[in-house]
């Protein structure tokens, strides 16, 4: 590492002059879980929809059944509330892509 | 048949074996870059070592019409050798065959040079290169993967295990290699995964190439999978040659002793360190400055920069390195670089390689991701590798050695048998600045020039605390040395554990933070 890729990081309130990394560099900014959006936890095929936008739901309702490595994951409602957005039924979905968002 | 007859019809037969899946698909080996397995075991060990056996065991397949089918050495090349006169155990899959997939009998051709390797305490070295189980065999050939993880878990610290990916080893493959010792990596040829491209894509949706997925380059970065990178693979013969030279050929063995070599001079310690903690150098200069013809030979390199880990030599001896790096994020542990640095640690315990520890880090990496990867569990790695290795424990604090990363890194805490200490350490629970900031808070805070207060703060507390003095005055520290006197300090060190002995209570195995 040439000197001129040099950086600075802080531990401990003093500042040290220092390389940094590729994985360094590319961490995770921290976002506490939101309840109300409902993500995909996996990439997968939404096989059926059991909601309809403006449907009240209970916490534990089932929403839909997102279709992964061959097994029909069963998605339930986090909390109760009011349908704001549902997925198309047939389409293939990115993991952590919303799904269900609830009001 | 008088035996001159007899000796052509084997001479026949060794030939028709040899030519391994033809001279079309060993052309085609060739064409990528690849050498042909046989040519592979005879280029890495001394001329005219290789022995070779089951050259004529035959697979038992007879599903699929595989009963039609003949796979010359089914598939694999075993036998044994020697590099620069250790004799080793070795084992080639031959892609031309096959693909040099894997059925029963290609595993036991496996699992026997590994059960005569481990009896005769010799290293073993698996050149892996196949498309993965061959399917036509069914249950069988996870058979025969299964027995050979078995006898890799077997041979873990009793001989060494050195994997070579020569080409594509995935799937439930690449679990030998993950068990053995040290793995070679050669650029654009090996590819390692556990589901591929394909099944990425029709499962998941995502599109990602082999060589992205699973290639040299991802494996020596970003998983620390394997432990050395090579551009051809000559190069890579080159790499084993070396590490085959500063290891044990067993456990009950000691690695060999060359002539004792000193430093080049333009590796001069005095000059590497810059005195302010908060400026870096490269550590890998001040092993050098150290070592035996400061020839270090570093494991992982591209993985976890922020600790280094090798093997050099100090007065022949073979010694096994470990040095925080104030290049790359200030030389921290976190996650990745404590794995590294626990994983070398219990080989050099297990094959008798006295350890030698430079220190110079400000502690453990902050973070949330930290955190959340487990930074407690994987940084318990490391205390725990050094409290249990009963090898020779050396170490030398150069600079900071502050809280946790102070204790972690052999301390005496930990038994290390030797703490050296240069008069720029600082042995102190944190830096400066952070404890100047929490003990003189209300100070700081309540003062008419808070700045001023807090500068003047940290300076009482730099001149107080953040030297090697306290530390030694309590006997944590043995010799506070002058960083030119540190070889001669190392190798006497060294001299007198030659015989170290240390009694630990029975136990089966102790159960490690994996």
Not at chain 2, 271 to 298: A, G, Q, T
Request: net charge neutral.
């Amino acid at each position: 590492m040439s000197n001129n890729n040099l950086k600075s990081i802080v531990i401990d309130d003093s500042v040290y002059e220092t390389g940094l990394t590729k994985k360094y560099l590319n961490r995770k900014t921290y976002k506490p879980v939101d309840q109300k959006r409902v993500n995909a936890f996996i990439p997968g095929l939404i096989q059926k929809v059991f909601v309809k936008v403006g449907d009240k739901v209970k916490a534990g309702d089932k929403l839909l059944i997102l279709e992964a490595m061959k097994m029909q994951n069963i998605v339930n409602a986090p909390l109760a509330g009011i349908i704001r957005v549902v997925p198309k039924e047939g389409i293939l979905v990115k993991k952590n892509e919303l799904l269900v968002d609830i009001e | 048949m008088s035996l001159k007859q007899k000796l052509l019809d084997l001479f026949k037969r060794i030939e028709k074996v040899q030519t391994g899946g033809g001279t079309k698909a060993i052309e085609k080996q060739v064409a990528m870059g690849k050498l042909p397995a046989r040519e592979r075991i005879t280029t890495l060990l001394d001329r005219d070592s290789f022995h070779e056996y089951d050259l004529f065991v035959e697979h038992k397949c007879a599903d699929f019409d595989m009963d039609k089918k003949k796979l010359a050495a089914d598939g694999v090349i075993t036998g044994t050798g020697s590099i620069s006169g250790h004799p080793v155990g070795i084992f080639a899959q031959d892609f031309t065959v096959a693909g040099g997939s894997l059925g029963l009998m290609h595993a036991r051709k496996i699992t026997k040079i590994m059960d005569h390797s481990i009896k005769m305490g010799i290293p073993l070295i698996g050149i892996n290169d196949s498309g993965g189980a061959r399917i036509q065999e069914g249950v069988n050939s996870l058979a025969g993967y299964g027995e050979i993880f078995y006898r890799n878990t077997l041979a873990s610290g009793v001989i060494p295990q050195i994997s070579v990916i020569l080409g594509p080893c995935a799937g439930g493959a690449v679990y030998s290699p993950a068990l053995t010792d040290f793995v070679f990596v050669v650029d654009k040829i090996s590819k390692m995964f556990i589901t591929g491209p394909e099944v990425i894509k029709t499962v998941l949706g995502e599109e990602i190439s082999m060589e992205d997925l699973g290639g040299a380059k991802v494996h020596t970065e970003i998983t620390g999978n394997a432990h050395f990178f090579a551009e051809s693979e000559q190069e890579c013969f080159q790499q084993i040659k070396k590490l085959v030279s500063f290891i044990p050929w067993n456990n009950k063995k000691k690695a060999d002793s060359l002539p004792p070599r000193p430093p080049k001079s333009n590796y001069n310690v005095e000059n590497i360190i810059p005195l302010d903690p908060k400026k870096p150098y490269d550590i890998r200069d001040v092993i050098k400055s150290i070592c035996d013809d400061s020839d270090f030979f570093e494991i992982q390199k591209s993985w976890a920069a922020n600790i280094v880990i090798g093997f050099a030599r100090l007065n022949g001896e073979t010694v096994g390195i470990v040095g925080n790096q104030p290049l790359v994020l200030a030389g921290v542990l976190d996650v990745d670089s404590s794995d590294k640095a626990a994983r070398f640690i219990r080989y050099c315990d297990a094959f008798n390689i006295p350890l030698i520890t430079l220190v110079d880090l400000p502690g453990y990496l902050p973070g949330i991701d930290q955190e959340h990867a487990g930074v407690i569990r994987h940084g318990a790695k490391i205390l725990y590798a050094y409290s249990e290795a009963t090898v020779p424990k050396i170490t030398v604090i150069l600079r900071k050695a502050y809280g946790g990363g102070y204790i972690a890194m052999c301390s005496r805490h930990l038994g290390a048998d030797f703490v050296f200490a240069w008069p720029s350490a600082e042995i102190a629970v944190m830096g400066p600045e952070g404890a100047a900031n929490i003990i003189f808070k209300a100070e700081i805070a309540g003062a008419e020039d808070p700045n001023e207060m807090r500068r003047q703060k940290v300076l009482e507390y730099t001149e107080k605390f953040a030297n090697p003095y306290i530390a030694a005055a309590n006997g944590h520290v043995d010799s506070i040395i002058n960083p030119s006197e540190t070889r001669e300090f190392l190798i006497h060190a060294i001299t007198v554990s030659a015989n170290k002995s240390e009694v630990r209570a029975f136990r089966k195995h102790g159960i490690p933070p994996f």
